[in-house]
């Protein structure tokens, strides 16, 4: 700093400052989901990148950008499911009773979505009546049930 003795009779200073050069690197560490972009700068990308770029801002600074984006791809997972009639499936936060092919979005951990594609068949479940069998208490009487297709049944009165 100059001493204000050295201060001439208009009071002008001179002042004598360097600016220091200056040089900075920035790192970027990002994931997306497939189906996704994302902008750095002038530029969107929208597949896996490591790129490094030097920006020059004249004789004061320069910057080296490193560049590392991963895109986190969808899964596709594929189901084929029988179900009997009554009963129904769940996939994330929806339920299914009926025939079709459906496709539902379930989120991932990462914040990506999963495609789940269900094709499911619901089989009813044909019962034959028996005639009417009376019996006296105390009796006994052997009832008999037959099924088209092997899987596991259960069996209720109605009355119990």
């Given amino acids: 700093m100059v001493p204000l003795a ?14 220091k050069f200056q040089k900075s690197d920035t790192t970027m560490i990002n994931s997306f989901c497939e189906g996704e972009s994302i902008g750095v700068g002038d530029t969107i990308y929208r597949t896996s990148v490591t790129f490094h770029r030097k920006i020059n801002r004249g004789a004061l600074c320069d910057r080296t950008v490193h ?21 129904s499936v769940t996939v994330g936060d929806t339920i299914y009773k009926s025939d079709g092919i459906f496709i539902r979005a379930v989120k991932l951990a ?23 069998l009376f019996i006296t208490q105390g009796d006994s009487a052997e009832l008999t049930s037959l099924v088209d297709s092997p899987g596991n049944y259960e069996c209720f009165w109605q009355p119990p």
């Fill in 110 to 132: 990462n914040g990506c979505d999963s495609l789940v594609t269900t094709n499911l068949t619901v089989e009813e479940l044909y019962l034959a009546s028996m005639v009417d």
């Fill in 6 to 19: 050295s201060l001439d009779e208009s009071c002008a200073l001179l002042l004598d400052y360097e600016i």
């Fill in 67 to 87: 560049l590392n984006l991963t895109v986190n791809p969808i899964i596709r997972y594929h189901q084929d499911l029988v179900i009997c009639q009554g009963d």
